[in-house]
């Protein structure tokens, strides 16, 4: 009670007030923790441009650089030197055969616009603008290809932006200017992401969608669209990476690790939003240049690439552009087991139940205690029954007879809880790892099931797919829920049985309530469900089989 509230505040902290009042009038809140030297509202206003026309169309008004890489297809618009072309060529929309690729980034003026923009500041260096048109060194950026762009101003300097592309889904920027002019001139690169709309997957409490960023030593999953809306919203910090998250797919601006930066999301007209980000000034001399290097991140959030980015190539937090919660360190060691076993069985629906297979054997000793203690508690049920009646009218003395027949028989009531207990963190962290990560995307299993991360599409509601016709959601029951709904009716029918007839009726329509709770979740989640349901059905007959004696007296 006491200590409730200090829990609550280092797990759930409020965002701090944004706004204060003066004179009666509320004001905003000035940001202490800004940059002096680097003002991000010198960076271009979030595009929010309504005429929506044909894509084709508007990539060819504009010169461009192709991308072409064994997972991304592209281009670069030398107008304004953006990455606003980008399809992610190993991934498709629909388990459809002639599904088109995932498009990720679109130019502006066309539907979903989503792009990225890389420039400096002006605070009297006279940067490019952002209709510049630059000139390009070559026409194809491919792996261990680099192109550069080029442009100049009026007053001598010359603008370089190197752009590079990895085996995976990163760019690399590296942005310079040479100071061919008379006096010193301020120089601070930006990078922005822009985008028209909110994304398709909703946001919940378990799966941040929209806007995230890693500074201060944390991952921030705070921040959504809807707080945009209100202003932009802000931060400072030395390391760290922001950009738009989705369910599978990622786009984030990685300026460098050891440079302060102060980064924003700020919303625009039209329903645009934009994450970007400035740093701080570096005063360059006539006769120098400085190059400023920055990654800019836009694919698919595949476990491994993502922790290779942090682990190897030192980007703080990206691995956590996954939300895995708090049951992290659960989480990511099941999937990279459950990973492991489908490299090896190459079904990822047997992966599945090789893992179901693996962690029952693992708590198969605790089990054996808890069906022991459940045989023992139905061999107590009429004992208790006859206690009950003989004290039925004075409660207190019912328990305590009730509490020294535990003692006596040496049955312990809560032993049965134990492995439920023990395997509800299990349990949640497969169904994160089923609904976030990628690799189980559109992965089929048997017959019918050609994506074990969706539900179950057959229901005998519309004659499993004859009828022309889609059921409400709630009512959607695939043949899988239905499997899972009898698996749990006779695991049900193992445990000891209430004595209140009450009890009794509630227990004997939980199977069929879970079937229809579950039936939404991802067929990989029943799965696991259904083969868990099955090797407990499985163990106990092994208790019988090895203990006749606690079947005979459950049987009395």
């Not at 010169?63 to 992610?88: C, E, F, M, W, Y």
């Not at 069929?512 to 499985?538: D, E, K, R």
């Amino acid at each position: 009670m006491f200590g409730g509230q200090y829990v609550v505040s280092y797990f759930f902290p409020s965002n701090p007030p944004t706004t204060q009042i003066v004179d009666g009038k509320s004001k905003p809140l000035p940001n202490p923790g800004a940059n002096s030297g680097a003002n991000t509202g010198a960076v271009p206003a979030a595009d929010g441009s309504a005429a929506v026309r044909d894509r084709n169309i508007v990539l060819g008004e504009t010169p461009r650089v192709r991308i072409d890489t064994p997972n991304l297809q592209g281009s670069i618009n030398l107008k304004g030197a953006r990455i606003d072309d980008l399809v992610l060529v190993t991934y498709k929309e629909t388990i459809d055969k002639n599904s088109p690729p995932i498009r990720l980034l679109s130019p502006s003026g066309t539907a979903g616009a989503y792009f990225a923009g890389f420039g400096w500041r002006d605070d009297g260096l006279k940067p490019p603008a952002s209709d510049t048109i630059w000139k390009a060194t070559g026409d194809v950026l491919s792996i261990g290809k680099p192109v550069t762009l080029d442009a100049t101003n009026a007053s001598g300097q010359r603008f370089r932006i190197q752009i590079s592309v990895d085996d995976g889904y990163m760019f690399t920027v590296r942005q310079t200017v040479a100071n061919a002019g008379a006096g010193p001139v301020p120089v601070a690169a930006y990078g922005l992401i822009n985008r028209i709309g909110i994304f398709h997957d909703p946001d919940t409490w378990t799966v941040q969608i929209g806007p995230m960023s890693a500074h201060n030593g944390g991952a921030h999953y705070d921040v959504n669209f809807s707080d945009v809306d209100t202003g932009p919203q802000k931060f400072n910090t030395t390391g760290g990476w922001l950009g738009f998250t989705d369910k599978y797919w990622l786009t984030a601006l990685v300026p460098d690790q050891g440079v302060a930066f102060d980064g924003q999301f700020r919303p625009g007209p039209n329903k645009a939003y934009q994450a970007d980000y400035a740093v701080t000034p570096r005063l360059v001399q006539p006769g120098s240049a400085v190059t400023q290097t920055s990654r800019f991140f836009a694919g698919a959030k595949e476990v491994k690439l993502l922790d290779r980015y942090t682990d190897k190539e030192g980007i703080a937090l990206f691995d956590h552009g996954i939300d895995w919660g708090w049951f992290r360190i659960v989480e990511k060691p099941i999937f990279y087991y459950l990973h492991w076993l489908f490299q090896m069985v190459g079904n990822f629906g047997v992966a599945i139940i090789l893992l179901t297979v693996t962690i029952r054997g693992l708590m198969f000793p605790i089990a054996q205690r808890q069906f022991a203690s459940m045989a023992a508690m139905r061999a107590l049920q009429p004992k208790m029954k006859a206690l009950q009646e003989r004290y039925k009218d004075d409660k207190q003395k019912q328990q305590q007879e009730v509490m020294a027949l535990y003692k006596t028989e040496k049955v312990n009531p809560l032993a049965g809880c134990l492995p439920t207990f023990l395997q509800i963190p299990i349990f949640y962290a497969l169904y994160k790892v089923l609904l976030l990560t990628i690799e189980m995307r559109h992965q089929p299993f048997i017959l019918w099931i050609k994506d074990l991360s969706a539900h179950d599409p057959l229901t005998p509601l519309n004659l499993f797919g004859y009828l022309a016709f889609t059921p409400p959601a709630f009512l959607a029951i695939g043949i899988i829920p239905i499997l899972l709904g009898i698996s749990m009716y006779f695991q049900f029918k193992l445990n000891p049985a209430p004595m209140d007839e009450t009890q009794k009726q509630v227990f004997a329509i939980m199977p069929w309530v879970l079937m229809f709770v579950m039936a939404p979740f991802a067929v990989g989640l029943q799965v696991y469900w259904i083969t868990s349901n099955v090797l407990t059905i499985l163990q106990q007959k092994l208790l019988y089989s090895r203990h006749p004696g606690l079947k005979e007296a459950a049987a009395k």
